[in-house]
């Protein structure tokens, strides 16, 4: 007797251990696979492709050392999949919860969601800042909590000792003697009028067809010309007045439901973009 609860002792160290990973691992599975039913039955209620978008940050770290994340090119190569394997004709839910991102990125997801034949809907549960601004513009439809937030999209360029808003340094070079002002500032000003004329063509192009001349250029403003700072947020009510009638605010509840799931993941790498073939209609 004494010599089984010898081994049994002796052997605790390896049930813990095995406990400390399997645990995890089934509670992953379990949300994962919670998630995909869910994104299935909600696909299924609207006849859509429903790709998920989603950055949460709130408490994620690794190491002790607090990770974000943002839209960046593993994201838009797995969106433009999504994307690609949509049958013609068939709707995409876009649900996009992100701060933004590599502007690269999020371009080539707003003109592959812009190209999509069929309607598309971008739904914001809570908020889709900067390059998630971008990929809303380009859908028909934009579905946001009433008290979601949209934000500008006007370019920002660093170096190594920061990240300085484009409209300011253009702003420093309009206002300050040009001979008192550094290289390095120089250099960042004309790379930032580069990126502005690059913003705008790209919104001019996402909304081009959704409004006339003098709508467009008050989007451009308020989005688009450093007109207010790069975190301000267009709530929903702001982003109806100045979009117009492709934004609403019904949110369907699967939405938030789905939110719980993202807030619950455990682990140091949280699934960013998440879809399930649509199966083509008959």
Do not use: C
Request: hydrophobic share 45%; aromatic share 6%; net charge neutral.
């Amino acid at each position: 007797m004494a010599v089984e609860i010898g081994f049994f002792f002796s052997n605790l160290w390896i049930i813990i251990l095995l406990l400390i990973i399997i645990i995890p691992m089934a509670q992953r599975y379990a949300i994962a696979s919670a998630r995909k039913r869910l994104l299935v039955r909600f696909g299924s209620q609207r006849g859509s492709q429903v790709i998920t978008l989603i950055h949460r940050q709130e408490v994620i770290s690794f190491l002790g050392i607090p990770l974000a994340r943002y839209i960046d090119i593993d994201d838009s190569e797995q969106v433009l999949r999504a994307i690609r394997t949509t049958p013609s004709g068939t709707p995409i839910d876009l649900i996009l919860h992100t701060p933004g991102g590599l502007a690269l990125a999020a371009t080539q997801i707003a003109l592959a969601l812009q190209a999509h034949q069929g309607k598309t809907t971008v739904i914001i549960p809570h908020y889709a800042m900067s390059g998630g601004t971008l990929i809303a513009l380009a859908a028909d439809e934009i579905v946001m909590d009433p008290y979601a937030a949209l934000g500008p999209v006007d370019p920002q360029v660093a170096d190594q000792t920061g990240v300085y808003p484009v409209a300011s340094l253009i702003r420093v070079l309009e206002t300050k003697n040009v001979n008192k002002i550094d290289d390095r500032t120089l250099v960042l000003a004309d790379e930032g009028k580069k990126a502005l004329r690059q913003v705008h063509t790209l919104v001019r192009r996402l909304i081009d067809t959704h409004y006339p001349v003098e709508i467009r250029d008050r989007i451009l403003d308020e989005l688009a010309s450093g007109m207010y700072s790069h975190d301000h947020p267009f709530m929903a009510n702001e982003a109806a007045a100045l979009l117009g009638g492709r934004v609403n605010t019904a949110v369907p509840q699967e939405v938030y439901d789905l939110m719980a799931f993202y807030r619950m993941e455990i682990g140091r790498r949280r699934p960013g973009v998440e879809y399930v073939p649509a199966v083509p209609r008959e």
